[in-house]
């Protein structure tokens, strides 16, 4: 199956039949989302075992007690910390965060009701971490449950249960966490990273660095002689050579490891082969060179002893780090037996971690080993088998089961993080057309999933070699390139969405011709863009010829018709003019209501949009009923955290808010942004509205001592992702503006004022709600610095208006 475009608003097309994909990541935990089943499987009624966990076995950690004492004491105090590593190795693994969380668990095993590992690379591991936890718990339901039920299930049983601890490994963003650390509070949440900075103030984060000299050479010593004493004269060789490793704790396990299977080999020979290997010619940075000397003479030895470790070794490099299956490293017509006992010998060279099913290789070892040295031939020519057996061994298991036509959810779901690293570590100039099919269809169900930017390197890499192959202008290059924009768009990476637009509607122009159905779907992608830009001079005109040419066309109520009629009807309420957008609202949810039905989602869709405009009227007693009605459809017929469901939680929320209805409105906006923070990304703009909107409510409450932080945050951020003058930037810096004055610093709240007012006049007009908003709340706003500066004149002043980003009312499907 190959995808074509995302299409903004209400579709996504395929080269075939049509078919509607989601845009979200992940899933989040709101209340209860799980079908009714048995009493005996409730999260509530399962109790987990004494000393349940997942951990894996624990290595040796040595030099670290004043760590273990710091994060025994934080957890103990709060819910959730952070390791994380100093800037001095420029941010890479290896300093030994995993193996310090992992001895932290084993040795408090016993204070814990459960302990469970996470791999945290990106929300969808989490989600298996969970699925996995499920597993544990309620095996035979887990067996036949959906996904998305079990990760509900596990967020439900830690809501609660107390007294459990959740690590989550090798976190790339905090924000990813923001869902869990939100929303459970019954136990405890330590994350390991590579980042600094990001994590909340509430998570007091330890920078790990190198080991202690003394230690350094302890754990080398332990690893080499074991039980037996080393001599002074072996401990002075043990000392230079951690000193060689920098005291790198990762390059001191696999130098140990060699050297214990290798004990015919002295620390001081090892020393001097170690020298000789890579120091000079070796790319990268202090870490990956240490890893690429030591590797070098790890694999010599490997391949006079076992040609097959060097294999899976090599493969395994190309492939997602955690739980790589056996299966999936044993190359055709070899004895599984055989494979098993390679990855015995890669485990005792501390090279990748076998639990026996599966295998994990720690991320620096694998930068390292996907990086040839250019001058070594047979290194070369191992890099590039490795990357072959990892593309054929991906390909091999997606075929269909024997007696069934087509490869199964599950197959396409364990094998789908494999072929997400494999597209983005493709080199330069290869090709592999099954390869980049399967990059497409994987990227087709992400979309429907709703896991939109992880789709981003499934389509450049499949991008890259399509272009290569069928040059730029074919069809399914240009499918290829609407999607990737799509993608960009979705993640809120506008400045590469846009070109990219309008590359492809240029080229589809020239190649389909002006009033193509494809060239149709270019345009409308490229206004709303456009209109995502704040850029609605250059979008209105071009929904306008769209729609036009849509009716032409296709006809009236073609459902591409009825995309291009709700989209226009959007970027009139954009500029204000209510009145055609409601009517043209209403014409458009009355022809969706007849020809998709009325829980389709291009007319839940119409629906929300009729209740935004509604509401920008002051109608709330249509709007309201509206939105609950939609909301409820969005959750049974998208799911609980697609993003418009999120839209629709949001809307609601505000129209709560505007009703008066604070308590409900802050708790629906609560959850509102969590699950957008993690399905969208921290900095997406409809994240960034939400932040803004659950500001406001906090505004409304007189809470400003949460509203006014949040408001600059989604103020700086705004600036840095929209621009400096884009409407909702306008917004939130009018919002901050009043958060202010209801805080008593006039003085700043007029100068943001001013600078707002101005800001607005010149991009929306003279006339515009917003500018006529703004322009009352900067009079208001001086009036009361003149009864501050007179407090004998009888002036009070109005209450600023507070404004909600514009982008609340619809969004992409």
Known sequence: MSSDDTVSRLRIETAGHRSIAAEQIGNAFTGNVLLPVEALHAPEKVTAAPNTSNLPPAGLCLGREEELAWLRRVLSDQREGAITQSGAI???????????????????????????????????????????????????????????????????????????????????????????????????????????????????????????????????????????????????????????????????????AYLAQNRGISLAAYRRRLGTKLGKTAHGIDAERTIARIWHVTLQAL??????????????????????????????????????????????????TDTGTTVSIHRLVQTVLRIPEITDASQLSRHLRGRDHAEQTVLHHLAPPPGQDSTTEGQWDALTPHLVTLAATTPPGHHNTPLTDAYNTAAYRLHQQGHTARTIPLYESALAQREQVLGHTHPSVLITRSNLASAYKSAGDLERAIPLHETTLAQREQVLGDTHPRTLVSRNNLAHAYEEAGDLERAIPLYETTLAQCEQVLG??????????????????????????????ETTLAQCEQVLGDTHPHTLTSRNNLAGAYTGAGDLERAIPLYETTLAQREQVLGDTHPDTLVSRNNLASAYKSAGDLERAIALYETTLAQCEQVLGDTHPHTLTSRNNLAGAHTGAGDLERAIPLYETTLAQREQVLGDTHPDTLVSRNNLAHAYEEAGDLERAIALYETTLAQCEQVLGDTHPHTLTIRNNLVSAREAAKAVQQPDAATSASAADLLHSPDTATQPE
């Open 556 to 585: 009236d109520t073609h459902p591409d018709t009825l995309v291009s009629r709700n989209n226009l009807a959007h970027a009139y309420e954009e500029t204000g003019d209510l009145e055609r957008a409601i009517a043209l609202y």
């Open 90 to 256: 420029h941010g890479l693994g290896g300093i030994g965060k995993s193996t310090l969380a992992l001895h932290y668990g084993h040795r408090h095993r016993g204070d814990h009701t459960l302990i469970w590992w996470i791999n945290a690379a990106s929300p969808d591991e989490i989600e298996t971490s969970l699925t996995s936890l499920t597993h544990t718990l309620v095996p035979v339901w887990a067996a036949k449950a959906e996904r998305s039920a079990q990760v509900a299930w596990a967020m439900q049983w830690l809501t609660w249960h107390p007294g459990w601890l959740l690590i989550y490994d090798n976190v790339e963003d905090p924000h990813d966490l923001a869902p869990y650390t939100g929303a459970l509070h019954q136990g405890h949440h330590l994350a390991t990273s590579r980042r600094t900075l990001g994590w909340p103030d509430s998570a007091p984060t330890l920078a790990l660095g190198t080991l202690d000299p003394d230690d350094a050479t302890t754990l080398l010593c332990q690893l080499v002689f074991k039980d037996t004493a080393p001599t002074p004269r072996q401990q002075a060789e043990a000392r230079a050579l951690t000193s060689d490793l920098g005291h790198f704790p990762l390059a001191i396990k696999q130098a140990g």
């Open 303 to 352: 391949e006079g002893d076992n040609p097959l470790a060097v294999e899976v070794l090599s493969t395994a490099a190309w492939l997602a780090p955690d739980d790589i299956p056996h299966t999936l490293l044993t190359p055709p017509d070899t004895d599984p037996d055989d494979t098993a006992e390679a990855i015995g010998t890669l485990a005792a060279y501390s090279m990748v």
